[in-house]
């Protein structure tokens, strides 16, 4: 969508009156998380909100899109080997400026020394890389972490801070294609490209295959989806919106087949029946206005875990799962899903302006500001705009709190400014045109 539809629409609602009763019905302090019905998919659901939003050839152009600028990777098309510049253009690029100077950070409670940050930069061994690289197929044994460097040391922001480690990029979920570009020079890590990211993982949680095998999970023909925050099966943590593979066997039953490394160190499955607690979809499920609300709800109060830290999500991630679990694969940071989206752009607007917008903004679009983005519900019955996001951290006068798990919110949560959130938008972002 070049420009959205609905400008001239929602210019059209800033009306005095309008904009007067907005205001009234929206509290200068509102407490997080709201609760009550409109903390409940079900007070979300619409007559009308099976309709699908997007249609195949719509999805197909959408994902050739995002293909296109490098924001998701298309692994099933790509060539198997690629100059040797552009790997390690890719390393540093992965990195994310930790590698350009000695970053301020703390490991193990203390600073981090020079030959310390030097030594995992070296680790990298990007000088060792060829003219070309030929990409080799795995799949993830279990949940595992990526990495922005080949270290599994934490690198915090303070002395005494466990859960924002600076080097957490993502998540892999058990059974997930990956292909292997290099290793470090220690041979502990694979630096890898998936579905949505490049980064460093632990060797020990791939096990390498040929390409048939390996299509078979980067694309099976059967598979099952998890709508569930999270899933627990054989002992591998799977998360809302992953892809596991089945088939069905013999008596009948329904079979996942979940990958084990054979005695050789190379892939193989083993089949599980599926499990009978509704957890599990077969294939992807439509992606609907009604499914957006059911599936964003499930990991409601869910804990929050930066870069997928912890067993849970992050903002960005919890808003990719949403999607992928309906069969639109979006980027995984914020400011990539961002570049993923038609934008309506919020700067220069009032509060009031801001509020009036959003009174025709569709449920299932995108609210942006700085680092964080959140998925529009609509308003409630009092009027009040609602989001639904993972959320890490407020302010309230001035007072940093820690809320740590996905809650439906207005938009007055502070900053550390004492700005309310509805003031520091600057987009909303949508993916599937309005209905």
Same mark, same amino acid.
């Given at each position: 969508?070049?420009?959205?539809?609905?400008?001239?629409? *929602?210019?059209?609602?800033?009306?005095?009156? &309008?904009?007067?009763? *907005?205001?009234?019905?929206?509290?200068?302090?509102?407490?997080?998380?709201?609760? @009550?019905?409109?903390?409940?998919?079900?007070?979300?659901?619409?007559?009308?909100?099976?309709?699908? !939003?997007?249609?195949?050839?719509?999805?197909?152009?959408?994902?050739?899109?995002?293909?296109?600028?490098?924001?998701?990777?298309?692994?099933?098309?790509?060539?198997?080997?690629?100059?040797?510049?552009?790997?390690?253009?890719?390393? $540093?690029?992965?990195?994310?400026?930790?590698?350009?100077?000695?970053?301020?950070?703390?490991?193990?409670?203390?600073? *981090?020394?020079?030959?310390?940050?030097? #030594?995992? =930069?070296?680790?990298?061994?990007?000088?060792?890389?060829?003219?070309?690289? /030929?990409?080799?197929?795995?799949?993830?044994? $279990?949940?595992?972490?990526?990495?922005?460097?080949? /270290?599994?040391?934490?690198?915090?922001?303070?002395?005494?801070?466990?859960?924002?480690?600076? %080097?957490?990029?993502?998540?892999?979920?058990?059974?997930?294609?990956?292909?292997?570009?290099?290793?470090? +020079?220690?041979?502990?890590?694979?630096?890898?490209? /998936?579905?949505?990211?490049?980064?460093?993982?632990?060797?020990?949680?791939?096990?390498?295959?040929?390409?048939?095998?390996?299509?078979?999970?980067?694309?099976?023909?059967?598979?099952?989806?998890?709508?569930?925050? +999270? %899933?627990?099966?054989?002992?591998?943590?799977? +998360?809302?919106?992953?892809?596991?593979?089945?088939?069905?066997?013999?008596?009948?039953?329904?079979?996942?087949?979940?990958? &084990?490394?054979?005695?050789?160190?190379?892939?193989?499955?083993?089949?599980?029946?599926?499990?009978?607690?509704?957890?599990? #979809? &077969?294939?992807?499920?439509?992606?609907?206005?009604?499914?957006?609300?059911?599936?964003?709800?499930?990991? %409601?109060?869910?804990?929050?875990?930066?870069? @997928?830290?912890?067993?849970?999500?992050? =903002?960005?991630?919890?808003?990719?799962?949403?999607? $992928?679990?309906?069969?639109?694969?979006?980027?995984?940071?914020?400011?990539?899903?961002?570049?993923? =989206?038609?934008?309506?752009?919020?700067?220069? *607007?009032?509060? #009031?302006?801001?509020?009036? %917008?959003?009174?025709?903004?569709?449920?299932?679009?995108?609210?942006?500001?700085?680092?964080?983005?959140?998925?529009?519900?609509?308003?409630?019955?009092?009027?009040?705009?609602?989001?639904?996001?993972?959320?890490?951290?407020?302010?309230?006068?001035?007072?940093?709190?820690?809320?740590? +798990?996905?809650? &439906?919110?207005? !938009?007055?949560?502070?900053?550390?400014?004492?700005?309310?959130?509805?003031?520091?938008?600057?987009?909303?972002?949508?993916?599937?045109?309005?209905?």
């Amino acid at each position: 969508m070049p420009e959205y539809a609905l400008r001239g629409r *929602l210019w059209a609602g800033v009306l005095g009156a &309008v904009l007067i009763l *907005l205001l009234m019905v929206v509290p200068a302090h509102a407490a997080l998380p709201v609760q @009550g019905a409109a903390a409940t998919a079900d007070y979300w659901l619409r007559a009308d909100g099976d309709a699908p !939003l997007l249609r195949g050839e719509e999805r197909e152009a959408y994902a050739r899109r995002l293909a296109a600028k490098d924001l998701v990777h298309d692994l099933i098309n790509t060539a198997e080997t690629r100059a040797g510049e552009t790997v390690r253009a890719q390393i $540093r690029e992965a990195a994310q400026g930790t590698d350009r100077a000695l970053p301020d950070l703390y490991a193990e409670g203390q600073l *981090l020394r020079t030959e310390q940050w030097q #030594a995992v =930069c070296d680790n990298r061994a990007i000088e060792g890389i060829g003219a070309t690289v /030929t990409a080799h197929p795995a799949v993830a044994l $279990r949940r595992a972490d990526v990495r922005l460097l080949p /270290t599994d040391e934490g690198w915090f922001e303070s002395p005494d801070d466990l859960r924002y480690d600076e %080097l957490q990029g993502t998540v892999l979920d058990p059974g997930e294609a990956v292909l292997v570009l290099h290793r470090s +020079q220690d041979a502990r890590f694979a630096f890898v490209e /998936t579905r949505d990211y490049r980064g460093w993982v632990d060797v020990h949680a791939l096990a390498a295959t040929d390409w048939k095998t390996w299509r078979g999970f980067a694309a099976p023909e059967e598979f099952f989806t998890v709508t569930a925050a +999270q %899933l627990s099966i054989d002992g591998r943590l799977y +998360q809302l919106g992953a892809k596991i593979p089945g088939r069905r066997a013999a008596d009948g039953t329904d079979r996942l087949l979940l990958p &084990v490394r054979d005695a050789g160190g190379q892939l193989a499955m083993r089949e599980v029946r599926v499990p009978e607690d509704g957890r599990l #979809a &077969v294939g992807r499920l439509p992606l609907t206005r009604n499914n957006l609300m059911r599936l964003a709800f499930a990991p %409601l109060y869910t804990e929050y875990g930066w870069g @997928g830290a912890n067993g849970g999500m992050d =903002c960005s991630s919890y808003v990719q799962n949403i999607y $992928r679990a309906m069969g639109l694969d979006l980027p995984r940071d914020t400011d990539m899903q961002k570049r993923a =989206c038609s934008l309506l752009p919020l700067a220069g *607007l009032s509060t #009031a302006e801001r509020y009036a %917008l959003l009174a025709d903004v569709p449920p299932g679009a995108l609210l942006f500001r700085p680092g964080h983005v959140m998925l529009y519900l609509g308003r409630d019955a009092g009027g009040r705009p609602l989001v639904i996001h993972d959320i890490s951290s407020y302010y309230e006068d001035g007072e940093k709190k820690y809320i740590r +798990q996905v809650v &439906v919110s207005t !938009l007055d949560f502070q900053n550390a400014r004492g700005t309310a959130a509805i003031d520091t938008l600057d987009a909303v972002g949508f993916i599937a045109p309005a209905p």
